[in-house]
């Protein structure tokens, strides 16, 4: 599919564009492209270490043509129905990732701009990380009097952005809570398609929860119908609201026992559990996961088949 970035109203946009500049337009672009993609796939754009071969083909944009009227970048992508597609039948649940197979890697880029623009939170598939992302792109552009328009040869309306634009972006990005540390206690009850997502009961209920890049799935598998403390992160969707949960230390009883008796107060796990979400400003963040995230599949757990 063909897109078309043009660049208008600085004395630079002459049908030509620095090689640097290029460099760093590609690489805005993509790091977008990704975090977009996987906020849709596994529900957070920050996923370091996890990356595939096929995503990253996925996520290819090529530079297909340099055009004068401006300065007119011709892109080409295909869609993640051609290129996340296996042997064994089709990649996609549609029910579930709904128009995802025929969207590509710039028609995310376009979306998410348009979504921190005019922003929703029903419809939203932002977070705090992609929308650093987005605002970051200001840096792309040479002077306020710049413009820079996306567009899918008419085919879909064609986005403006300038630098003002930047602002609106900014203070929602700042509106998102930064992560908030948590311990939890609680019973491995679901391993969800088993690479990152983790089922966890607790007294609220069953939350959702993605282990770190630096945990292995076996790690918590050998705590399947057990129970456990968990230390990580709160992360925080653009609304305010609890998002998930990322999953950092693991420890059985024994050994949360062990860790956190380093405590000059000689409370035991539960209480100094309890004394820590008293002190957070989110301590009812539980009740608020509860059953948020829907059942879709990692990205790693998507494509293992057609590696």
């Given amino acids: 599919m063909k897109y078309q970035i043009r660049l208008t109203g600085d004395s630079q946009d002459d049908g030509k564009i620095e090689l640097i500049r290029l460099i760093q337009l590609a690489q805005a672009i993509t790091d977008i492209a990704r975090g977009a993609l996987q906020v849709r796939l596994v529900g957070i754009s920050n996923e370091k270490g996890r990356r595939s071969e096929k995503i990253n083909k996925a ?91 996306f567009s899918n040869q008419g085919s879909v309306p064609e986005l403006e952005l300038q630098k003002s634009d930047f602002k609106k972006i900014g203070n929602l990005e700042q509106s998102i809570p930064e992560p908030q540390e948590v311990i939890i206690n609680g019973v491995v009850e679901e391993l969800k398609f088993t690479k990152l997502r983790v089922g966890l009961k607790t007294r609220d209920g069953l939350v959702n929860a993605v282990l770190s890049e630096n945990l292995d799935p076996v790690d918590i598998s050998q705590y399947w119908g057990k129970e456990l403390t968990i230390t990580g992160r709160l992360h925080f969707q653009p609304s305010g609201k609890p998002s998930f949960i990322y999953i950092e230390r693991l420890f059985s009883p024994e050994e949360s026992d062990k860790y956190f008796s380093k405590s000059p107060r000689k409370a035991n796990v539960e209480q100094q559990i309890q004394n820590k979400l008293k002190q957070q400003k989110y301590q009812n963040f539980l009740s608020e996961l ?18």
């Fill in 290 to 307: 509860i059953g948020q995230w829907p059942e879709d599949e990692s990205i790693e757990d998507i494509i293992k088949d057609i590696d």
């Fill in 59 to 149: 996520l290819t944009i090529k530079l297909a043509d340099l055009k004068e009227g401006s300065t007119i970048l011709e892109l080409e992508c295909d869609s993640f129905k051609q290129t996340l597609e296996g042997q064994q039948g089709n990649l996609f649940k549609t029910e579930i990732l709904e128009s995802l197979p025929n969207d590509t890697p710039m028609s995310l880029v376009i979306d998410s701009f348009k979504q921190a623009i005019d922003f929703n939170e029903e419809t939203s598939k932002l977070d705090k990380p992609l929308l650093k992302r987005l605002k970051d792109f200001k840096k792309i552009f040479l002077s306020d009097k710049e413009k820079i328009f």
